[in-house]
């Protein structure tokens, strides 16, 4: 069974910096693209930032050169380094593996950018 884990999150304030890393517990076969979305309160899901399989990536315009995703195919992983973070950065994150058998979500993280 595979499981997007989630970690990173938390309160910081404006200007701050936060990683957020995504982990998967079970094997995933032939991924495709790792990304992070975000849902800020009353607000639909949009996507943040996304790595495809051959290393390119892709930005929201509102994160451009402040948000910077990686990965670690060998562990499954991808993260989001998060730097001059502004409140209306405030939002719950998920992580979201794409393969091309299946869709695989995390449970989401909580960040909160606040004075």
């Known amino acids: 069974q595979v499981q997007l884990v989630e970690s990173g999150g938390g309160l910081v304030q404006p200007g701050g910096s936060l990683r957020l890393s995504c982990a998967a517990s079970g094997s995933i076969r032939s991924i495709t693209a790792m990304g992070w979305y975000r849902q800020a309160p009353g607000k639909q899901r949009e996507l943040v930032a996304v790595?495809?399989?051959?290393?390119?990536?892709n930005y929201a315009d509102s994160v451009k050169g402040r948000f910077t995703i990686s990965r670690d195919n060998g562990k499954n992983t991808v993260y989001l380094q998060m730097n001059s973070l502004k409140p209306e950065d405030t939002a719950i994150y998920y992580c979201?593996?794409?393969?091309?058998?299946?869709?695989?979500w995390g449970q989401g993280t909580q960040v909160t950018v606040s004075s």
């Open positions: 790595i495809r399989n051959g290393g390119s990536t």
């Open positions: 979201n593996v794409v393969s091309v058998f299946s869709t695989y």
